[in-house]
């Protein structure tokens, strides 16, 4: 191989028309080294070396992508876009929550005002409940009147549970906040 870039650059500068020619050098599919004066069509998919008149490297002619490729190039290309805009998002969420609130005590105060009312829902619930639990006990011996209050007693106890549902992720909802606020707060204080 060196032997055959000894050859092309002799003659390279025995002929000044060759002088500033280049050199394209690739291995075809059996490994044989293959050189040009012009891009090697057998190479069309592999990577081609193309060296100066000198035989100094160039340049590297990588070959187009393949399909799994431009497939693969695509995904990420999409991930980047999904993780850029994730990060505007944040970014945006973030400055909201230091326009909104300027100490913790504001948010526990917001998530004390959000928590009443539903923490009041509850306590009426469970009153209710109770009345229908009297009513399912009164009504021992008249099978529709207990299936009734039972029905009652079964729907009240689906609404505890949801509200009592609601009230966790509320909880949970400004947890978060509040987590955010202190990270937030922290780099600020760097």
Do not use: F
């Amino acid at each position: 191989m060196a032997a055959v870039i000894r050859s092309l650059i002799v003659v390279a500068v025995m002929n000044p028309a060759l002088a500033h020619a280049a050199i394209y050098m690739c291995k075809d599919a059996s490994g044989r080294t293959i050189t040009s004066d012009r891009p090697i069509p057998e190479c069309a998919d592999r990577t081609m070396r193309e060296l100066n008149n000198a035989g100094a490297l160039k340049r590297e002619i990588v070959p187009p992508p393949t399909a799994e490729q431009k497939r693969l190039a695509e995904e990420q290309r999409k991930q980047r876009q999904a993780e850029e805009l994730a990060a505007i998002e944040q970014r945006r969420s973030d400055q909201a929550l230091l326009a909104r609130y300027r100490n913790e005590e504001e948010i526990e105060n917001a998530r004390a005002r959000e928590t009443a009312s539903l923490s009041n829902l509850i306590v009426q619930q469970k009153a209710a409940l109770q009345v229908a639990r009297n009513d399912w006990r009164a009504a021992a011996g008249n099978k529709s009147k207990q299936d009734l209050a039972a029905e009652r007693v079964q729907e009240i106890a689906a609404s505890i549970h949801d509200s009592q549902s609601d009230l966790d992720t509320l909880n949970a909802k400004y947890d978060a906040v509040l987590k955010r606020y202190r990270e937030l707060n922290s780099v600020a204080s760097r």
